[in-house]
């Protein structure tokens, strides 16, 4: 089975008004891609990190009044679950596609990649593509384009992330709801390798 890709009806999953709704409309239009595209990209991981990586599809369990504004699967070194874990992500606001490394509030592990990126900020700035985007907050769509930050920025990320205890960081790549990338399977697949493996030094340096 070909992956094909995310159409607008994929996103506009996220404009379906009502939690049962649009729930009900994720898990039948949206979650199945979701679902397959854990399962196509785990052997690659597995082999690109060195050990064993696990999928895990967004269920948003915890909802009981307002619906979600985005979901993804998630892939992390254990088979239980992610959050707790660095992790790679592939998901969807209403927006735009996301593909991404995180390190949540839930993961003890923020401490040690706070000490990277302050120890690494200038390396930092030079070596992470200028198209990559990072967020302090996984709920908000938004992000600061790495192009537009100093080594200074940095540091301050990793101050927030060592001393604030919901603080969490996310590195990647957005593309845009309307690009062509995004209806063509293959070449998606091939760009969220791509970048995931631009990714690994932040995978690696969180443990």
Request: net charge neutral; proline share 6%.
């Amino acid at each position: 089975m070909t992956f094909t890709g995310f159409t607008k009806q994929d996103f506009d999953v996220f404009t379906v008004p009502g939690l049962e709704p649009r729930m009900e409309t994720l898990i039948k239009v949206l979650r199945p891609k979701l679902d397959e595209l854990g399962g196509l990209i785990s052997p690659y991981l597995s082999a690109l990190c060195g050990e064993e990586i696990f999928p895990h599809v967004a269920k948003h369990a915890r909802r009981t009044i307002n619906p979600p504004h985005d979901s993804w699967v998630a892939w992390g070194s254990s088979k239980r679950g992610y959050k707790a874990l660095p992790h790679f992500q592939v998901g969807m606001f209403a927006s735009h596609l996301f593909i991404i490394f995180a390190v949540i509030y839930e993961s003890p592990n923020k401490l040690i990649l706070a000490k990277y990126l302050e120890k690494h900020a200038s390396s930092l700035k030079k070596n992470v593509p200028d198209e990559f985007y990072w967020s302090m907050d996984h709920m908000d769509p938004g992000g600061k384009l790495h192009k537009e930050l100093a080594a200074s920025d940095f540091k301050a990320m990793a101050g927030k992330l060592s001393s604030v205890k919901k603080s969490e960081i996310l590195c990647g790549l957005r593309i845009e709801q309307d690009d062509p990338i995004l209806r063509d399977g293959d070449k998606l697949i091939a760009k969220i390798e791509d970048t995931f493996e631009k990714l690994l030094p932040l995978y690696k340096a969180s443990f």
